[in-house]
């Protein structure tokens, strides 16, 4: 399973292992070897359904395809609660990425993923590869990828440790992105000292198809053949959808590197090109990445339907002596598997030479539900191919619910003093260092990447993105906080003018084996799916990734429900308000403090905020739509301070309530808006608070005036830039 959630309905087998005992836990030493052992109950489920002990090759597919990564056996059932269809949406959930229609000739492929392990231990190649698979996701569909997002969390950048992490991650996203021309034009920045041990990398893709010629990912008709294309297979990536699925508590990175796979673009790029010019062929009948599980997830997932014979000593291999366990798992990139009638063999392999790639005709479809794999004539694996695929038993793991809040406590700074502070805390600061490394322009869409959204053009329409969310709201009130995560991306859409399509996510969560965890995991996908119905955004696909949390830093990461959302709309670039524009504030304030960013500064406590009234983001959209705004943003980290000094750093504005509470307070559904004339806001509720120009920011305040200068914003925005000077 490479993206997307695992398919509802599929066969059960008569012996009933989908209703067999919760799964328990592999021993913590027993994950550090490179093929852990199955636990207990699942070996014995096991050997009872097939009557015999299981060879190697079997041992290792399902160690493989039923762990968490692949089988979800957590988070199944949650899943099945979110609203995945809609109007638009050609194909949701249970392919390699979803297929939503954009226009009557375009249609959107699109899909997330999380690299979260691999990128601790090898930060670069983690990254990068993350990238790669993503991007071949999209690719499997038969689109032609043409944007990345990036949502990355990490440690405090005041430790070594994190910096290198940090620089590391960027780098490879960028290397990676760049070589294969696909613009990364989006991202978000969260560093929060849970991260320290376990650094998030999440990717979201989204690639352009013709409606009506997309590929899926099972296969059609026994007879056909599997031809596995691109790189040749190595022992990189040994293990790494098991790897995936534990934590990395007592590990080191030398006992882990093995798991983590090498990426080279140049060769995506070419893989790229290919499995293009075959889609145009209209021979391509189904296509699968290998990504986790490698061979053996790809063709056995593909195959499900049916079934399939793998040839293991057929596949073009990059290392001498491999045995057929390693070239069934190994996870080597930039490797893709098609379904092809007989007589069109010859023809794929044709087009993979053209571009210089390698490939290998190494399966064949068969109409037994089995999956069988033969190395040099002998049978080394032979299962029931629903057993292998689908059949893992669900865990069943205790929910403890808990209470994080504490009781707000005023800071004794003055107000400059925490402005200052809020601004120069890394989520608000300016991120230039890291967008610098990103070729945005690439492809030629896009139109715009400033404020909270990107804009590219497609067609005569805007695409729209947005990505993030906050998990300090998040852990605080995980079902309030997941939902105006949603609302929060679909507010980013609305200050251009765009309307919501979709959204896919990634679920990170620490063990959900802690009962709190389990809980927040259960909390934040019933608050994903609440506010998606709300809103009819519908959630077509996402991963999970669990057990994130780490010994050495004594760190379990805050629940991260990262969401990746895109809307369509006019073509419009965002603009700064002009000198001498009315700022309005759009919205209610309430006391918001929990988990915002004067919280993280000055520890001040608080409560989180309430779930926003969705209703309010569509009256900014049609503000921005009818042109009675010169700009909008919405208000979230930072609170007010931030928007203003994102939009307006130098005006003069009167705000008439507490000032901690006009400045940071992070209440959701607010938006800040310029405007000529206060008239343009005719029949909506607003308040207007300053007007744009001056030679500072000049916040007129309830006892006092704070004046920031240029100098002190610049000197407050650039501080992590400076702790990045390695």
């Not at 390698?358 to 694996?381: C, L």
Request: proline letters at 6%; aromatic letters at 6%.
């Amino acid at each position: 399973m490479t993206g997307s959630y695992p398919t509802i309905g599929r066969r059960t087998s008569k012996s009933g292992y989908l209703d067999s005992p919760a799964c328990t836990r592999l021993s913590r030493s027993a994950t550090h070897q490179l093929y852990s052992m199955l636990s207990a109950q699942d070996l014995a489920l096991l050997q009872k359904t097939l009557g015999r002990d299981l060879t190697d090759v079997e041992v290792a597919c399902f160690e493989n395809l039923w762990s968490e990564h692949c089988s979800y056996r957590s988070t199944k059932p949650l899943l099945k609660t979110l609203p995945t269809e809609g109007d638009e949406v050609l194909l949701g959930p249970g392919d390699d990425a979803a297929i939503v229609r954009f226009s009557d000739t375009c249609a959107l492929a699109i899909g997330m993923e999380s690299h979260n392990h691999p990128s601790y231990v090898d930060p670069y190649e983690g990254a990068a590869t993350g990238v790669g698979g993503i991007v071949r996701d999209i690719l499997s569909m038969g689109a032609r990828p043409i944007a990345l997002m990036d949502p990355l969390y990490f440690g405090p950048l005041d430790t070594e440790k994190n910096r290198y992490l940090f620089e590391q991650v960027v780098a490879g996203v960028a290397d990676y992105g760049n070589c294969i021309g696909v613009p990364v034009v989006r991202g978000e920045l969260v560093f929060d000292h849970s991260y320290s041990g376990n650094p998030l990398v999440n990717v979201v893709c989204v690639g352009i198809v013709d409606p009506d010629r997309y590929i899926t990912a099972r296969v059609k008709q026994p007879g056909n053949h599997l031809v596995l294309l691109g790189s040749s297979t190595g022992r990189d990536g040994l293990g790494g959808a098991s790897f995936a699925s534990r934590d990395l508590a007592g590990d080191t990175e030398a006992a882990s590197r093995p798991s983590v796979q090498v990426g080279d673009p140049y060769t995506e790029k070419l893989l790229i090109d290919a499995i293009l010019e075959m889609a145009e062929t209209g021979k391509l009948l189904s296509c699968r990445d290998l990504g986790a599980a490698g061979l053996a997830g790809a063709s056995s997932e593909m195959a499900s339907t049916f079934g399939a014979v793998i040839y293991a000593d057929q596949v073009h291999l990059r290392e001498t002596g491999m045995v057929p366990r390693e070239i069934m798992l190994a996870e080597s990139q930039e490797r893709m598997m098609v379904e092809v009638a007989p007589e069109d063999v010859a023809l794929v392999g044709r087009i993979a030479e053209k571009y210089d790639l390698g490939w290998s005709d190494v399966g064949e479809v068969i109409s037994e539900p089995r999956y069988i794999v033969k190395f040099h004539g002998e049978v080394v694996a032979d299962l029931p191919i629903d057993l292998l695929v689908g059949g893992a038993p669900l865990c069943s793991w205790e929910k403890e619910p808990y209470s994080a809040e504490t009781p707000f406590s005023r800071p004794e700074a003055a107000v400059k003093d925490l402005a200052l502070a809020v601004l120069s805390h890394p989520d608000v600061a300016r991120k230039d260092w890291v967008y610098e490394q990103y070729d945005r322009d690439v492809q030629l869409r896009t139109v715009s990447v400033q404020n909270d959204a990107a804009v590219l053009r497609l067609e005569d329409k805007a695409l729209v993105f947005s990505c993030g969310c906050n998990p300090r709201h998040i852990y605080l009130k995980p079902f309030e906080g997941t939902a105006n995560a949603v609302i929060e991306n679909a507010s980013n859409l609305a200050c251009l003018g765009a309307d919501p399509l979709c959204l896919v996510n990634c679920l990170n969560f620490a063990s959900p084996e802690h009962p709190e965890v389990n809980w927040q995991l259960e909390q934040c996908v019933l608050g994903l799916g609440d506010a998606a119905r709300r809103m009819t955004i519908p959630v077509v696909g996402g991963n999970v990734s669990l057990y994130n949390e780490s010994d050495e830093f004594g760190t379990q990461i805050k629940p991260t429900p990262s969401l990746g959302m895109v809307g369509r709309g006019d073509v419009r670039q965002w603009t700064a308000p002009a000198k001498g524009d009315l700022l309005a504030l759009i919205g209610t304030t309430e006391p918001d403090f929990g988990g915002s960013v004067l919280d993280a500064v000055t520890g001040c406590g608080g409560h989180a905020p309430a779930v926003a009234d969705p209703a309010i983001v569509a009256v900014v959209r049609d503000l921005v739509r009818e042109g009675r705004v010169t700009s909008a943003t919405d208000l979230s980290l930072g609170g007010l301070l931030a928007a203003l000094v994102k939009v307006a750093p130098q005006a003069d504005v009167t705000l008439t309530g507490d000032p901690l509470e006009e400045l940071f307070s992070e209440t959701y559904g607010r938006f800040l808006v310029a405007v000529r004339d206060e008239a343009a806001l005719a029949g909506v509720e607003h308040r207007i608070i300053g007007r744009v120009g001056g030679d500072a920011l000049t916040l007129r305040l309830k006892g006092e005036t704070v004046v920031i200068t240029p100098e002190e914003l610049e000197a407050a925005l650039s501080s992590t830039t400076r702790r990045m000077r390695f």
